[in-house]
């Protein structure tokens, strides 16, 4: 199989973007998201493009003016706060950043590279470096971000693109893999002027290389689940996906006026059940109040009685009882994994870690509920 990294992305976030992407060949529109990315990537090659002089602060301004593309903007107003944006942006790299210090191997630099799985079937995947510096004394393998959000440190030390990134690098200049701790691999975040930098082992390469196999299976064995995340406000193709396409009902000229009249009755009884409970909270407050005062654990009304009740929860000492347990067998029997616990600490996870728990992950039933997110 043939995958480029950003595909494989793609298919992490949502394999069912994945699909109308690479499998139905749909033309996603780009979003303004995508387009401000595109003009900052092209304006940070201009500013970094080796040549006898660098560029002035100026002259990278009349280059981003010059690409810049006001059409995929909604208003006036927000296509002058996307450009101030961005001259900020700019700006401010250019204050840290004097393009004259950096000695700049190779901009936007294409790569291959050939993985094996199990069956010693070939898959090749590839991408684009945004930029590769010689330094000192060894090399700065570095990608542009102009996302909102930045990872944690630890996340960019197991961050699977850096490790691919780092594999495109080596395929160009094998004998580099020799000095290995010289080679830094960074993120920089253009909106916060902040770059995060971690190097990589042999082994992280390793499991960096398993986890795209495993994605390929996944991907081979044709799983496109969507998965609704707030990626999905920068989807093309939401008209068409099963979580949001019912948005678009007026523009697919549907007759909803019954389906409209239940769901409104429901999002109304779902409701009404909330400002019950919390009536229910209010009025269980005052009667526990009522029977501390009276100094009695029952109460009579017309219509029935009240009783105050009393119910214990207990937590054990984990290790005592596996010290009993365990001799019997028995052990495993109790104990049990929990799930929300798990997807808690998921994210400060090394990414094999997390690539192995996907791996144990098997699913042991299936109910359908409905989730009302109120307007
Ligand atoms: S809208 Fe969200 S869930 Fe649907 S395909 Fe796009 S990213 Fe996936």
Not at 8 to 33: G, R
Not at 237 to 256: A, S, V
């Amino acid at each position: 199989m043939r995958i480029s990294y950003s595909s494989l992305d793609n298919y992490q976030n949502c394999p069912l973007k994945y699909k109308f992407k690479e499998i139905d060949h749909i033309k996603e529109p780009k979003s303004k998201e995508a387009v401000f990315g595109s003009v900052l990537h092209d304006t940070m090659k201009f500013i970094h493009t080796p040549g006898i002089l660098s560029p002035t602060m100026d002259q990278a301004m009349e280059h981003y003016s010059n690409i810049w593309n006001p059409a995929v903007f909604e208003s006036p107003d927000e296509e002058r706060a996307a450009f101030s944006q961005g001259v900020k942006i700019i700006q401010d790299y250019m204050k840290k950043n004097n393009p004259a210090d950096f000695n700049v191997a190779n901009l936007e630099s294409r790569f291959q590279i050939e993985i094996k799985d199990d069956k010693n079937e070939s898959h090749i995947i590839s991408g684009i470096i945004d930029r590769i510096d010689k330094t000192e004394d060894g090399w700065e393998i570095i990608d542009y971000k102009t996302t909102k959000k930045m990872p944690s440190q630890e996340k960019v030390d197991n961050d699977l693109q850096l490790s691919v990134y780092l594999k495109g690098f080596l395929s160009r200049y094998p004998k580099e893999i020799e000095n290995l701790s010289k080679i830094k691999v960074s993120l920089y975040y253009l909106k916060h002027g902040v770059k995060l930098s971690a190097e990589r082992t042999v082994e992280q390469l390793q499991k960096g290389e398993q986890i795209f196999l495993d994605t390929i299976k996944l991907i081979e064995a044709e799983k496109f689940e969507p998965i609704v995340s707030p990626l999905c406000d920068w989807c093309g193709f939401q008209n068409r996906c099963p979580m949001w396409k019912h948005k678009f009902k007026e523009l697919r000229k549907i007759d909803t006026e019954e389906v409209n009249s239940k769901i409104a009755e429901y999002i109304e009884l779902k409701s009404a059940i909330n400002i019950t409970k919390e009536r229910l909270g209010k009025i269980q407050e005052d009667i526990m109040n009522y029977l501390d005062q009276e100094g009695v654990e029952r109460v009579f009304g017309e219509n029935g009685i009240i009783a105050r009740t009393l119910r214990k929860t207990y937590k054990y000492d984990d290790k005592k009882i596996k010290e009993l347990l365990e001799p019997l067998d028995k052990w495993k029997d109790v104990v049990k994994i929990d799930g929300i616990a798990l997807k808690n600490i998921m994210g400060i996870l090394p990414v094999e870690v997390r690539s192995e728990i996907e791996k144990a992950k098997v699913v042991d039933k299936e109910t359908r509920s409905l989730v009302v997110k109120k307007k």
